[in-house]
């Protein structure tokens, strides 16, 4: 009972149903961002999905009136993902659906414009998407949370056993080599010597490959003071972590005692 949905709620709600039945049966989604990186790039690793960031000179695209985003300043550079799963674990699964799904609510509130690609009987098909659509107008409501709990936690114990560290979170991202860009969740500066910085990403998702391939190029971008906070409960066989990588090991939550030793340790 009650009055029936308006011809233009309807609308909007047949996009947003559209645009998630697309992501969830994508192959790979490329998109570029004006804004909201930071939020696209922590919602895509928590779910397991593997992110490639690189910086582009691009103009932003105009936006719509009916999208949710606060309007901003015409910016020329953007961040570019290429978003894909571990297919050997998870393709064509509800997992992976459920994960490239979570990734549309997140996309609606920011400045961006994507293409999905998808696979079809014969060919692939590719679809953009933009903030010029109009499913966004479905996600005008409250924000997504974005899922931190692990670093929620570590920000409010860490102060009270390192005073000696002061902690930021959501720094800017890294340069890598290639304008690859990698988003670290805290920056930590030593309050005795402020020329002395380090990070902590905290990797949602892992593979033994995907942390040696960062570590990789963490090192040969010269960033000697990050370190990489891997869940022990995703760990599949003793060798997955290298011995001379500097990682922090946690099951549940990150040890603030272990981390403040680990950047002691840094050069």
């Known amino acids: 009972d009650g009055p029936a949905p308006s011809l233009e709620s309807l609308r909007v709600e047949a996009?947003?149903?559209?645009?998630?039945?697309?992501?969830?049966?994508?192959?790979?989604?490329?998109?570029?961002?004006?804004?909201?990186?930071?939020?696209?790039?922590?919602?895509?690793?928590?779910?397991?999905?593997?992110?490639v960031a690189r910086r582009e000179e691009r103009p932003a695209p105009v936006q719509l009136a009916?999208?949710?985003?606060?309007?901003?300043?015409?910016?020329?550079?953007?961040?570019?993902?290429?978003?894909?799963?571990?297919?050997?674990?998870?393709?064509?699964?509800?997992?992976?659906?459920?994960?490239?799904?979570?990734?549309?609510?997140?996309?609606?509130?920011a400045r961006f414009d994507a293409?999905?690609?998808?696979?079809?009987?014969?060919?692939?098909?590719?679809?953009?998407?933009?903030?010029?659509?109009?499913?966004?107008?479905?996600f005008a409501g409250a924000a997504p949370r974005?899922?931190?709990?692990?670093?929620?936690?570590?920000?409010?114990?860490?102060?009270?056993?390192?005073?000696?560290?002061?902690?930021?979170?959501?720094?800017?991202?890294?340069?890598?080599?290639?304008?690859?860009?990698?988003?670290?969740?805290?920056?930590?500066?030593?309050?005795?010597?402020p020329a002395r910085v380090a990070w902590l990403e905290i990797l949602g998702f892992w593979t033994p490959e995907l942390l040696r391939e960062q570590l990789a190029a963490l090192r040969a971008a010269g960033h000697e003071r990050v370190l990489l906070a891997v869940s022990e409960r995703l760990a599949t066989r003793e060798g997955d972590i290298p011995e001379d990588a500097r990682v922090v090991r946690f099951k549940g939550r990150i040890d603030p005692r272990m981390l403040r030793a680990c950047l002691e340790s840094l050069p």
Do not use: M
């Open 66 to 109: 009916l999208s949710p985003i606060v309007p901003a300043a015409e910016a020329r550079v953007c961040t570019a993902l290429t978003i894909s799963g571990p297919f050997a674990l998870f393709r064509h699964t509800r997992l992976y659906a459920s994960a490239t799904r979570a990734l549309v609510p997140v996309l609606a509130r």
């Open 15 to 51: 996009n947003r149903i559209l645009v998630e039945q697309l992501f969830a049966r994508s192959r790979e989604i490329e998109v570029r961002l004006w804004s909201r990186a930071r939020d696209v790039v922590r919602t895509a690793q928590l779910r397991g999905l593997l992110v």
């Open 146 to 193: 974005i899922e931190r709990e692990v670093e929620d936690a570590l920000a409010k114990r860490f102060p009270r056993v390192a005073a000696e560290w002061e902690l930021h979170r959501e720094p800017e991202p890294l340069a890598l080599e290639g304008a690859r860009l990698t988003f670290p969740d805290l920056r930590f500066v030593d309050r005795r010597d």
């Open 115 to 138: 293409r999905v690609h998808v696979p079809g009987p014969v060919s692939e098909w590719t679809f953009r998407l933009s903030s010029r659509d109009p499913f966004t107008a479905a």
